[in-house]
């Protein structure tokens, strides 16, 4: 008779990156261990439970530098037609390490990127950090509004990213924020760099 691994959880801890603690679970050599922000599977060593399928989100709303991809521009390598990579196979780290925090088995089932207009993903930046980059043609809001109040519930820092134009920020012991993004530097094609509405 043989019995399933345990499942060993970590939260993440103030001043601890999650991929330090992924990091950690791994040299135990546990299986199952996954590593948390709060309620949020940020990472697991046996790797995302769902798939991807048809959905390339990630190869459209976010900015790539490894590419010199804009936000809101498919990536090179997007087939559109057949809506797959066409380097999958030979793809950079960039792209195979990263997974949105819906295929890390958070939310609903039908919240897939592409069929609610927006990529979750979790940083490392200042502190545990998570971001909704939303395209406002295809956003489902309700379920975008609902995402991002669980977000909150977790994370220190929350921002939605509208059309790579406005964002809005939710922090601890600040409320919410408004903003808009501005012109990134020459060479820069991921960071969000915003100046927020005046009197915020």
């Known amino acids: 008779m043989t019995t399933e691994p345990e499942l060993i959880e970590h939260v993440v801890q103030p001043g601890e990156t999650f991929r330090d603690a992924l990091e950690q679970l791994k040299a135990h050599g546990e299986a199952f261990s996954e590593v948390r922000v709060g309620e949020i599977t940020v990472g697991r060593n046996d790797g995302p439970p769902r798939a991807c399928n048809s959905c390339n989100a990630c190869c459209v709303l976010p900015g790539i530098n490894h590419f010199k991809k804009l936000p809101h521009r498919p990536c090179q390598h997007l087939n559109q037609r057949k809506r797959k990579c066409g380097i999958y196979a030979t793809r950079p780290g960039v792209c195979e390490e990263y997974y949105c925090l819906w295929i890390m088995g958070n939310f609903e089932t039908d919240d897939r990127p592409d069929k609610i207009g927006a990529v979750v993903g979790a940083f490392d930046h200042n502190g545990a950090l998570a971001s909704i980059q939303v395209d ?22 929350v921002q939605i990213v509208v059309d790579d134009k406005t964002i809005v920020i939710a922090e601890a012991g600040k409320g919410l924020r408004r903003g808009r993004i501005l012109p990134r530097p020459s060479g820069d094609y991921e960071s969000t760099i915003y100046e927020l509405e005046e009197g915020q």
């Open 136 to 157: 406002s043609k295809a956003a489902n809001w309700p379920r975008i509004e609902a995402i991002f109040r669980q977000l909150c519930g977790s994370f220190p820092r």
